[in-house]
């Protein structure tokens, strides 16, 4: 039996690896994409620590090269679903009642593991089934995968480290129970470390989990299962079924033990998601948690003080790193006109010198978007600039899906800050500009402010701090991360806490206590030493003259 008070592990961030020429980690990355190309991988949905194949199955291949096969996965249907649940809710007393210390060892191990022997093969499957290259594989599936595990385990502590104040002759104590029921973890594509958070943040904190992710990724879904497993994650804990969001949604949403959702997707999924389960509400134990971070236009405004260098930089880098598939991604920018002119040559200069290609070649900055559905969404985008006399193209333009789903960083610049693609979530690498009269800066605050639904990350550049200090008020609801003189990307857990408001999602900050806390249920208990044995109170008491007389059988 436990008898201390534990401290754990200070966290710091994993520090991000290199890959230099000659380097050790890029040797290692290098055989390990070798290994992952030369195998076909089955992959089994995990339902109670089992594995479990369905016999139906579907192809992954790189979105770089779709005639490579990686693998096939099992396709689920409603029926795993449901023992998904069952697996879970059987699984749920033991790990509810497993001391936290347990737990915090499991999710510290699996830091560790990713840290070492787990690395170059989850980064290297993140490459080839997401189309990432190597530092981004590195900064998203290595190192903020490790530090979601590492602060999460602290976060834990300082949550449950909070208690309330005692009076004398009682003991207040707070009780940071787990959610009574199952959460449904629904996963994207874009980001194998949010894949891996959202359901083991909830597991930390004492709940068991359906994990559906994006087809896109499972991928390296399967990889994280199997750290999670090496790692300790009792068998139920943690369900990892591959099926439709609207066969998944039909059996989790009308199931009464249906505690909580954890969601990274779009905005309209999470809206419908919120309405069923508004529509179904009579049907739980209790009013389920709804965590969502979604949708995102995310912006970049400068200031006429602002160095045209700096702007472009973070224009190359926040709009088209991972080709725009980030939620934090830049999508709309405004450029004063004394600026445009030397953002504009310094922006073509930047993406002249870009290369585009497979992830094995890390000369490629560019990889391919993730699907053919994408391909084609942009692609009718460009399209319709390209057919617009409103719209100058002044970079890209260009897509072929001949070999992979490759589409140029493309830059278009609108005469009309209203724009379809300047309010449009398009999620790749096209970005669109508006040129504004570098007086009219108040006016263009208002402009950014107004022209989208959502409200996930932003950025002010400039040297004139009254500009910044206006900006910051003005769009105080635009953007739920801010960034004054950086790109509005590469928010780091622990030091930038991540999430949108309006459109963008609940803002329960992935990367911080604020989420773990939407993962329990507390229960405040008092005790009391010396109980009382009459009913009457002092005001009870009868006066004689000026004393207060209080007898032992009242006035009755």
Known sequence: MANGFFNVPTPINEPVKGYAPGSKERAELQQALK??????????????????????????????????????????????????????????????ELPWEHRAAIFLKAAELLAGPYRARLNAATMLGQSKNAFQAEIDAACELIDFFRFNVYFLQEIYKQQPESAPGMWNRLEHRPLEGFVFALTPFNFTSIAGNLPTSAALMGNVVVWKPANTQIYSAHVLMELFQEAGVPAGVINLVYVDGPTAGDVIFNHPEFAGIHFTGSTGV??????????????????????????????????????PRQVATAISRGAFEYQGQKCSAASRVYIPSNLYPEVK?????????????????????????????????????????????????????????????????????????????????????????????????????????????????????????????LASKRLVNAAGNFYINDKPTGAVVGQQPFGGARASGTNDKAGSMLNLLRWVSPRAIKETFV??????????????????????????
């Not at 190309?37 to 979105?63: A, F, L, N």
């Not at 008491?541 to 006035?555: A, C, R, W, Y």
Request: charged share 25%.
């Open 35 to 96: 290994d992952l190309k030369q195998q076909q991988v089955d992959i089994p949905m995990y339902i109670g620590g089992q594995e479990v194949r369905s016999g139906k199955t579907k192809t992954i291949s790189p979105p770089h090269d779709h005639k490579h096969v990686l693998g096939q996965f099992h396709e689920g249907d409603g029926t795993h679903v449901t023992q998904a649940i069952e697996a879970a809710l059987a699984a749920r007393r033991d790990w509810a």
């Open 270 to 307: 999470f809206q419908n998601i919120w309405k069923t389960i508004g529509q179904n509400i009579h049907k739980y134990k209790s009013y389920p948690r709804i965590v969502g971070e979604t949708g995102g236009k995310d912006f970049i405004l400068a200031h006429h003080s602002a160095h």
């Open 345 to 469: 040559a310094y922006l073509q200069e930047d993406l002249k010198s870009m290369k585009m290609g497979d992830v094995e070649d890390f000369g490629n900055f560019i990889n391919a978007v993730i699907s053919e559905a994408s391909f084609d969404k942009l692609a009718k985008y460009i399209d319709g600039a390209k057919e617009d006399s409103a719209v100058e193209i002044i970079a890209g333009g260009n897509y072929d899906k001949s070999k992979g789903y490759f589409v140029e960083p493309t830059v278009l610049v609108a005469k009309d800050p209203k724009y379809v693609t300047m309010c449009e979530e398009l999620f790749g690498p096209v970005l669109t500009m508006h040129v504004y009269d570098a007086d009219q800066f108040e006016e263009t605050l208002d402009l950014v402010d107004s022209t989208s639904p959502y409200a996930l990350t932003g950025a002010i550049f400039g040297q004139d701090r009254y500009a910044i200090d």
């Open 531 to 556: 109980t009382p044995v009459d009913y009457r109170y002092p005001f009870l008491g009868v006066e004689t003259g000026e004393n207060l007389n209080i007898t032992g059988q009242g006035g009755f």
